[in-house]
């Protein structure tokens, strides 16, 4: 992670050092954007061909039934398994007696394909395989095998459908991406096809033989059955070796399966058929010995051969990525998951347990330092220095103007107030305004706060009582969105409180609070001073500054019901840009104190604890989260609809118990969780796409400039929330 150069991090245009040069900025712009741009565009690619190549089908036991076989050809219809309706012919070829074709559907797979391809090569056996495209293309090493051992390969087409029910077009699809996935995984192109659904001539009917026509102009030669073995049912393997043994002598195709569930009774079965078979005086051939041909597969040119293996490796990744996204969305869900339970069990007990009391000094009465920066906060500036005056705490505040441009210290001075002291100086940022003020504070205890946040008059009083603990540092407040009558402010307000507070009670439990949030915390100044005071290194200052306390020792609290609202981004691209901000910000903090992991104390225990936690629920789970999403898009399209809006309102119910037990903590009426699924679906996809564009930056080396929000002065002081005694 690099130090951002000395430029004034509160939204000063000027650098407040030497003019640095740097390379133009639009090469790294655009490395930030295509880089999502291309990795969605690689899970979207890797998705269809995982989701149509996998996409399951039923086995041939749903055959149809009840149509009608009108104009179907009684020679057809009387005659043998083989049908050629190729070059205007119309043949049927029937299987010679004592003659047996096995033939196998649905494969290849990967587990029984090769048990039964072994048993028929131990007796010499030749099989005709009718595969599927997808199968062929997630399994192409099975298929070669088979090739190789001089088996004959037929097409079962892509996906296994109804052909009779497709159009033109999709039957054309379903057959170019057969023959393309046998090119790759094989090298080669057959003529032989069984049609998903088929049985024996005799059942042949209307649509089906249409179907078989158009096929045979296509240069196909069609399989039908004499014997169906019903192996799928599993009835035992004498009952599929008895189905599949001709009677009275005649030759026979048999049906049986090496894929689409457990095969085991048909490889058992195959090892007494064909001994049995053998011994009267049945042989065995294939069906391009029926239509008198040597093969009829073919090899494959050069293009087709590289297309082909350019599919099949192109399933390939996609299988292996669906994969390792599977199990990192395993490793999400049981993180998200692991992360609710411990947020709600530790702030059930953050909210039950007894505070200890003030030390013999007793309640920490007295007078208190507040510090404001402010650069063009004109909008904001009264509400804030009103709602301080009427603090129920003594105190001193002191508004620090960092250059301000729109009349800011003078309208501070203009509103008269009582212990208001107004401090100008060049514009310089955030963290020197904030020193300024700390060097000018009177007192030993500071609280600071930004300038478009107001506090409860009871805020300050409540925020330094921890302060009677001489080891506390640093106390964190309760901040809340004080605009949010429009659906983004609502979703902010969720946020807040359903994941920054909620998560400052498990981090004040395990004594390694990450941050103390600008618009409300207090600090001792001695402890300040020990931290090296408000650093300008990072984008999050205040967060740089909360472990730099935790590395000198002190401790740092919560507490709850100091309240204060403060502004919240009233747009998209304000809240873009805040929270692009507090992202990279906080990797920074986090790579500047990375030394706090190999040391000792408090600053160990922060360190191999609280950095831990920031790592894996803030930076990691949220960039994977997506994946939910995405997943959710894929059973959508792919998988069982009904199953993936389960699992989906599944995850959204485990977030409605969260949020609605921070609000019931925090006080606040349910009304606004309304919003949640709102939330769910829009604003938490910005948040991933802000963190990722973060993370890039962080990884481009580009020095991220501090960026101006927009202030409206929209925030009201609502009424106090009946909050919990915690």
């Not at 061909?49 to 089908?57: A, D, H, I, L, P």
């Not at 439990?509 to 600090?523: E, K, N, Q, R, Y």
Request: hydrophobic share 40%; charged share 20%; glycine share 8%.
């Amino acid at each position: 992670m690099r130090r951002r150069p000395d430029r004034s991090p509160d939204r000063s245009s000027r650098p407040s050092g030497p003019r640095r040069t740097r390379a133009p900025l639009a090469p790294r712009h655009r490395f930030r954007i295509v880089v999502p741009l291309i990795l969605l565009a690689f899970v979207a690619s890797v998705l269809l061909v995982e989701g149509y190549t996998t996409r399951g089908f039923a086995g041939d036991q749903e055959g149809r039934g009840g149509r009608s076989a009108s104009g179907v050809p009684r020679s057809i219809a009387g005659g043998g398994p083989v049908v050629d309706t190729t070059n205007d012919h119309l043949r049927s070829y029937r299987t010679p007696d004592r003659t047996v074709v096995l033939t196998f559907d649905d494969g290849p797979d990967p587990t029984w394909t090769p048990r039964i391809q072994a048993v028929l090569d131990r007796y010499g056996t030749p099989g005709t395989f009718f595969v599927t495209g997808q199968q062929t293309a997630r399994y192409p090493e099975v298929l070669r095998r088979v090739v190789r051992s001089g088996h004959e390969i037929g097409v079962h087409t892509f996906s296994h459908p109804d052909l009779t029910t497709r159009s033109a077009n999709d039957i054309d699809r379903e057959l170019s991406l057969t023959q393309l996935a046998l090119a790759g995984a094989a090298g080669i192109h057959t003529s032989l096809m069984r049609m998903p659904y088929s049985s024996t001539p005799a059942a042949v009917d209307t649509p089906e033989w249409s179907l078989a026509r158009r096929l045979g102009e296509k240069g196909y030669v069609l399989a039908f059955i004499d014997q169906d073995t019903n192996d799928w049912r599993r009835p035992g393997a004498r009952e599929i070796a008895d189905a599949a043994t001709p009677t009275g002598g005649r030759g026979a195709v048999v049906l049986l399966h090496d894929a689409g569930g457990d095969r085991s009774q048909t490889v058992e079965a195959l090892k007494t058929l064909i001994p049995r078979l053998q011994a009267q005086g049945y042989r065995f051939t294939t069906l391009a010995e029926l239509v008198g041909a040597d093969t009829l597969t073919s090899p494959v040119g050069t293009a087709d051969l590289w297309s082909g293996r350019i599919f099949v490796a192109a399933v390939t990744v996609s299988a292996t990525a669906v994969t390792a996204v599977s199990a990192l969305l395993l490793v999400v869900g049981s993180l998200v998951l692991a992360r609710c339970v411990l947020l709600l069990v530790l702030a059930r007990h953050h909210a039950r347990r007894r505070r200890p009391g003030p030390g013999g000094d007793g309640p920490v009465t007295r007078p208190v330092s507040v510090v404001i920066p402010a650069y063009n906060e004109e909008p904001c500036i009264p509400k804030t220095l009103r709602s301080l005056a009427a603090s129920e705490h003594p105190l001193e505040i002191i508004v620090v103007d960092d250059g301000s441009r729109d009349g800011t210290a003078d309208l501070a001075e203009s509103l008269a107030l009582d212990n208001v002291t107004v401090v100008r100086q060049p514009n310089s940022g955030k963290p020197a305004a904030l020193n300024t003020g700390v060097l000018r504070a009177s007192h030993d205890l500071v609280v600071m706060l930004d300038a478009d946040t107001v506090f409860a008059p009871s805020t300050v009083g409540r925020l330094v009582q921890p302060f009677a603990d001489p080891r506390v540092g640093a106390v964190a407040g309760n901040a809340k969105v004080g605009n949010r009558r429009r659906l983004l402010g609502r979703w902010q307000h969720i946020e807040y409180v359903m994941g920054f507070n909620l998560d400052r009670r498990m981090y004040d439990l395990l004594h390694c609070m990450p941050t103390i949030p600008g618009a409300v915390g207090a600090f001792r100044a001695e402890a300040l001073r020990d931290a090296g005071m408000v650093s300008a290194d990072t984008l999050a200052e205040d967060t740089d500054l909360t472990m730099a306390l935790h590395r000198a020792g002190w401790e740092i609290g919560y507490v709850p019901d100091a309240l204060a609202w403060t502004e919240a981004p009233s747009s998209l691209r304000e809240l873009w840009r805040q929270r692009y901000r507090w992202s990279y910000g906080t990797m920074q903090a986090a790579w500047k104190h990375r030394h706090a992991l190999i040391e000792r104390g408090p600053a160990g225990r922060f360190g191999r604890v609280g950095l831990p936690l920031l790592a894996v629920f803030q930076i990691f789970t949220p960039l994977l989260a997506p994946l939910i999403d995405i997943l959710a898009l894929y059973g959508l399209v792919f998988g069982d609809p009904l199953t993936t809006v389960l699992a989906w309102c599944g995850v959204l119910a485990v977030q409605a118990v969260c949020a609605a037990y921070a609000f019931h903590l925090d006080g606040e009426p349910l009304r606004p969780l309304w919003a949640l699924p709102l939330q769910q679906v829009v604003y938490r996809q910005v948040m991933y796409l802000v963190l990722t564009q973060a993370c890039l930056t962080a990884i481009n080396g580009y020095r991220l400039p501090w960026q101006r929000l927009k202030r409206s002065g929209d925030v009201m002081l609502p009424p106090q929330p009946s909050t919990r005694r915690t």
